[in-house]
């Protein structure tokens, strides 16, 4: 097969974030005034374009790359390196992001004489919403004010439209005197023989009359909220190394990806945005999601992000937001199209996977750390989420969670696959609401075990036994009202008519994860995710490929979600179907090796991996980092090990599995309760693995999974 290397995701932009800011920018880093570029803080453009001329002429650069995830440096050539004696200069442009933004110019000047350029700087800010930024489409508009006040050396451009406060205050320091005029800053430089000069550009924000300062020039991590939570993650996440550069690669990008990722909340300081340039907000199932899925990299960003959801629970009933009390926030947004009221994300809440993942993610919390002190003080926030499953989540009382929309701008989907047209029947029809989802019933069953766990080991023992026995007779009534066994897989879903949806399709692998599949059926189930028609070579579609509705590069519709790789290949190690795991997990450490920095994209298409198509391609509005993709390169990692944590015991249960591709791997800093280890697997012939471990003392009990398939 033709070798493909070093793709990129949206290869015509350089993005970097920190906290509720992004910078955008072509990939020379300038911001030349086209959409989605710009600098956004708060999912608000305050900078449209910035054009810089030196003597009369834009300076391209020619060596542009981000720095530490914050930060961007580029150089452009100014005078002729070749012309002798030597008149070369160049301009170095740094930028540091952080609640404003800093743009550093430096002209370096390797002339035995002094040189002497005129610069002009024209800053303009349009104000748009991230949304609109990305699909070009302007909800809301609005005048933009100019004013220049000589004496603080300051333009403030305001946003002149009712219901919002936002403008952005441009300010130059420098040696030289700055003007303003017709619309630019203007000053006139020099530059001592072989010396330098040095402009500052400070671009802040000031939001409902709170200004946003720039941060400082330096590449070091500065001191703010969303600083402080990359340098936490930076110490703590787990390393790998192995013999396969490929995994090892991977595993790199992905730790060093969610490292840069925290929102900096004050309540979840490490938990992650969901992925870069699109979105950077509050997503409660995604961030829950990443933080799972990479437990096994460090437990801090799941604490982080289930207090963040914690924080965020609905108050009343609110049909435009579709809150309901008890119910956990979707997603948050603060840009001007939610504020002003155009659509509900502000504060939106139609989601119905992301209380049950909050109860099972506490659950495996528990699990991993120990930690009963986090747990109780989470403990409210378990019993409000079950009081709205139970009064809200299954209106008509069948035994199965079913969503619906309320708000006229709400998700139709509320389910894991939130797309308008993902749930479609066999005839490729998009089946109406109310729609109770196969994995919607997997996680509330997990939810149910994991809560009985959490509620017994912190003193309530039949609320714990209650609920467990609920989750049994939840498994029962699963399998007889959604499995197809001419199928030999379950229903995508029941209808509004409660009769089975019967499009293949990739939730079954979600149902293995948690363990409602029953034993006697997971061998069909995991062939039925591995057959042509849904593994693509590179990971499981999300819809069958035979399917009428199926489109390669849809959203759900077929193609390939790294982060469902993850937790169906934690579903294949649960039921021991050891080789459809491989198949899996060779697909997906490939698909990374294609990508820059071995770095997965949020979703990839549905083509299959043939000589005809040397590379998936990926979803066309793909982020890239992306947490949720980011940790299933950990999840994959965990699924190979069988890994499963004891804390409360100190102790870990494993059943590695290495393929013969994989020979062996090292992590370094694995934390389990107070415990941290070093853990080294090493593939043996006949494919059984060693296992040692080194640090603290942890007890390593080699055992198969409790539903592994004899």
């Known amino acids: 097969m033709t070798t493909v290397r070093n793709l990129r995701v949206r290869p015509d932009l350089r993005y970097v974030a920190s906290g509720w800011s992004t910078l955008v920018t072509d990939v020379r880093g300038r911001i030349g005034g086209t959409d989605p570029q710009g600098f956004f803080a708060h999912n608000t453009r305050v900078l449209s374009r910035e054009r810089i001329t030196v003597d009369g002429r834009e300076p391209v650069p020619f060596a542009t ?34 609640p404003g933004l800093r743009t550093r110019l430096t002209v370096l000047s390797y002339a035995a004489r002094p040189l002497r350029f005129r610069l002009e700087i024209r800053v303009a800010a349009d104000f748009a919403d991230t949304s609109e930024a990305e699909t070009g489409r302007r909800l809301q508009v609005g005048d933009v004010g100019a004013g220049w006040d000589p004496a603080a050396g300051e333009l403030r451009l305001t946003y002149l439209r009712d219901g919002l406060d936002r403008a952005v205050a441009v ?58 939570g990359r340098a936490r993650l930076a110490g703590e996440l787990a390393r790998l190394s192995s013999s396969n550069f490929d995994v090892t690669a991977a595993w790199r990008c992905a730790v060093d990806d969610l490292a840069v990722l925290p929102l900096g909340e004050p309540a979840g300081p490490t938990a992650p945005i969901a992925g870069l340039p699109v979105y950077q907000e509050i997503f409660g199932r995604d961030t829950m999601t990443a933080s799972w899925q990479a437990l096994l990299a460090g437990p801090t960003m799941l604490a982080d992000s289930l207090r963040l959801n914690a924080a965020h629970l609905g108050r009343r009933l609110d049909d435009w937001r579709d809150e309901e009390p008890g119910k956990p926030l979707h997603e948050a947004r603060q840009g001007p199209v939610s504020v002003l009221g155009l659509n509900p994300f502000d504060a939106y809440y139609g989601d119905w996977s992301t209380a049950p993942d909050f109860l099972v993610y506490l659950g495996q919390y528990l699990a991993w750390t120990g930690d009963l002190d986090t747990v109780r003080e989470l403990l409210p926030t378990a019993g409000r989420a079950l009081r709205w499953i139970e009064r809200y989540g299954d209106p008509d009382g069948d035994g199965f969670l079913e969503y619906h929309c309320r708000s006229r701008a709400g998700l139709k989907n509320q389910g894991w696959k939130d797309s308008d047209t993902a749930i ?18 997997a996680y509330w069953y997990a939810a149910l075990r994991h809560a009985a766990a959490v509620f017994t080991l912190t003193g309530h023992p039949a609320r714990g036994a209650a609920l467990l026995a609920r989750a049994r007779a939840l498994r029962r009534r699963f399998h007889r009202a959604y499995w197809l066994p001419d199928r030999g897989c379950y229903a995508m879903a029941l209808g ?40 693509s070579g590179w990971g499981v579609r999300t819809l069958s490929a035979e399917h009428p509705a199926y489109n390669p590069f849809s959203y759900h519709r077929g193609s390939v979600w790294p982060v469902e790789a993850g937790t169906i290949g934690l579903g294949l ?18 698909a990374a090796a294609l990508f820059d920095e071995h770095r997965l994209p949020e979703v990839l298409s549905g083509l299959p991996r043939d000589p005809g198509h040397p590379h998936p391609g990926v979803y066309p509005n793909s982020c890239s980092p992306q947490a949720w993709s980011a940790s299933a390169v950990v999840a994959l990692v965990q699924a190979l090990l069988a890994l499963r944590p004891a804390a409360p015991l100190r102790t870990i249960f494993v059943d590695p599995h290495l393929p013969e591709w994989l020979p062996d791997l090292r992590l370094e800093g694995v934390r389990v309760g107070r415990a941290t280890v070093d853990l080294t697997v090493r593939r043996r012939r006949g494919g059984r693995a060693s296992v040692r471990t080194r640090g603290d003392r942890l007890v390593v009990v080699r055992r198969a999974p409790r539903q592994a398939i004899a």
Not at 84 to 95: D, K, Q, S, V
Not at 427 to 439: K, M
Request: charged share 25%; net charge negative.
């Open 496 to 535: 509004p008519d409660k009769r089975p949806v019967r499009s293949t399709n990739s939730n079954d692998g979600h149902l293995l994860t948690t363990g409602i599949v029953p034993a006697r059926s997971a061998a069909r189930v995991a062939d039925r995710l591995l057959a042509p028609d849904m593994f």
């Open 573 to 590: 190690a649960r039921y021991g179907c050891w080789a459809h795991l491989h198949r899996l997990a060779e697909g997906m450490f490939a």
């Open 65 to 98: 790359g981000n720095v530490q995830g914050h930060a961007q440096l580029s150089y452009a050539e100014l005078g002729d390196g070749e012309e002798l004696p030597a008149r070369a200069a160049y301009l170095r442009t740094e930028r540091f992001v952080g």
């Open 171 to 228: 300010r130059i320091r420098a040696d030289a005197p700055v003007a303003y005029e017709d619309d630019a800053f203007h000053l006139d430089l020099a530059v001592p023989p072989r010396g330098e000069a040095r402009v500052e550009l400070l671009v802040e924000p000031v939001f409902d009359g709170t200004r946003l300062a720039a941060p400082p020039a330096t590449f070091a991590e500065p001191d703010d909220g969303a600083a402080r």
């Open 424 to 441: 479609v029947d066999e005839d490729g029809r998009v089946v109406p609401n109310p729609i109770a989802t196969s994995e919607l019933q």
